[in-house]
């Protein structure tokens, strides 16, 4: 396969996504990494890789590809090997939903973006953030666990008994609602999936304190 370049950044959860998909995959990759915090991927040099400015960002060959979930599917099209979506259409728009109320309901409410533009312009102090944070984790994180404890579907992972896309995006959102220190004990289809995944070396290398980027 051709030499792929991931451009990302250590705690970017979309980065984190990827990463781990990556990693499931068993394809090769280099990183690039920018810190958002001084505003490295805003560079000219980046922008003209990708003209919104965000992260992640896959390089290969020629090609750049953007967007976390147009990049996991494309990675997931190169081979039909160590598949992370079903094939099944009821399957497929299953762990779908899943995917999207993470990175359609969760993420935008809670990205970098959001939480800087929460303390710099609206002048939220951190303790005004947390609560934006912890409201935003409980509403999604209620339903997303409903789904998860009721469905038959769910196994090991949140589909079946093989980890897919889904839980690439499910354990970099739980990493940040740790972070933020939000109670996840309401959550315990949630948390013992995540702990499954995070048990298997291919997500904990995506980890983001194992980057080499990572500022502890």
Not at 66 to 85: F, G, M, N, R, V
């Amino acid at each position: 396969m051709s030499d792929i370049i991931l451009h990302g950044m250590w705690r970017s959860s979309a980065s984190y996504r990827v990463r781990i998909a990556l990693n499931l995959k068993g394809i090769d990759y280099e990183q690039k990494n920018y810190r958002l915090t001084h505003d490295e991927h805003k560079t000219e040099e980046f922008l003209a890789k990708n003209p919104q400015g965000l992260i992640p960002a896959l390089e290969i060959d020629d090609k750049i590809v953007t967007q976390s979930t147009a990049i996991i599917e494309y990675l997931d099209s190169l081979s039909s090997e160590k598949p992370l979506l079903p094939t099944d259409p009821d399957e497929r728009a299953r762990v779908q939903s899943i995917v999207f109320a993470i990175a359609c309901e969760i993420h935008p409410l809670l990205n970098l973006r959001i939480l800087r533009y929460l303390k710099n312009d609206l002048e939220q102090d951190q303790d005004g953030v947390n609560v934006w944070y912890h409201h935003w984790i409980r509403e999604e994180f209620t339903a997303l666990e409903h789904k998860l404890s009721s469905d038959a579907e769910t196994g090991d992972f949140c589909h079946g008994d093989t980890p897919g896309i889904a839980d690439c995006y499910l354990v970099p959102q739980v990493y940040n609602a740790n972070r933020f220190k939000c109670d996840l004990t309401p959550y315990p289809t949630i948390r013992r999936i995540n702990d499954t995944c995070l048990a298997m070396e291919a997500f904990e290398r995506a980890i983001p304190e194992n980057q080499p980027d990572a500022v502890i």
